[in-house]
């Protein structure tokens, strides 16, 4: 049985924690709300500072909202951090503010990894989705198998500190960029007088999942590869879309789409392939 710290008591941290401790773990959690812990109580000791949730502690896992309350945080606890202790921040960050914060710490040894996760409160609570870490490959390694009793699998993204960062911050610019996307399908859909099952009927046959990867290599090669379907027509699918939707009113990303689109016909590349209104741009 190990004793392991959580710094966080919000809905991924409390799922955490009972995860811990329904393993055998003996598990003592802090949170900068001491309310929020409370109710962990009966599986947990709850801490009243983190000097004193971290004694004992064989590693620390913090699940806070962002940089700043991470930072915060840890300033509050440095004096209590032993050398060699794993600190596992699972926050979703700024790939910057990680690598800074990597590297401040390990000068002072702190053996800091970053460790974002692709779960809910459910799947923390059950020990399933999909948990990335960056850093040192001996570290990682020596990990894995603790970490893999939280998931149901690990990632090590490379050596590189802030990558995990990164591919975090793509994987939610998707889903949250889809949720968008869907509304405007389901709001088509109802100008058309179809259910929402009924308008998602298309995607049980349809299923364009594995298109992402080829469709990014489209975007960033439309420039120069000879196009299968220009963007004078995506132009003209897409208006018809948003006609479909009894117009642009309410409707998320569909809208945007078209200036961008506008915006790249404009500039000369319609008979480009359509995915050019999408591609990366310097700045």
Known sequence: MSTITVFGAGLLGAGMVRNLAEKGHAVRVWNRSPGRAAPLADCATVCTSPADALEGAERLHILLSEDDAV???????????????????????????????SAALRAQGVQYLHA??????????????????????????????????????????????????????????LLLSLSGVLGDILSM???????????????????PGGALVPMAKRVTSAATAPPSFELAMAQKDVRLMIAAANGPEGLVVLPAVAAAMAAAAA???????FAIYARPRAR
């Open 189 to 207: 859909g109802e100008a058309q007088g179809l259910s929402p099952d009924e308008t998602m009927a298309v995607f049980e046959v349809f299923r």
């Open 71 to 101: 930072d915060s945080v840890l300033a509050l606890a440095m004096g209590a951090i032993q050398p060699g202790l794993p600190v596992l921040d699972h926050c979703t960050n700024l790939p910057a503010r990680v690598a800074a914060r």
């Open 267 to 273: 500039a000369g590349h319609g008979q480009q392939d």
């Open 116 to 173: 974002p996760v692709f779960m809910g409160p459910a799947n923390m609570r059950e020990g399933s989705g999909l948990m990335l870490i960056a850093g040192p490959s001996a570290e990682v390694e020596a990990l894995q198998p603790a970490l893999s009793e939280l998931t149901g699998k690990v990632w090590h993204v490379g050596e590189r500190v802030d990558l995990a960062a990164v591919h975090k911050l793509s994987g939610n610019a």
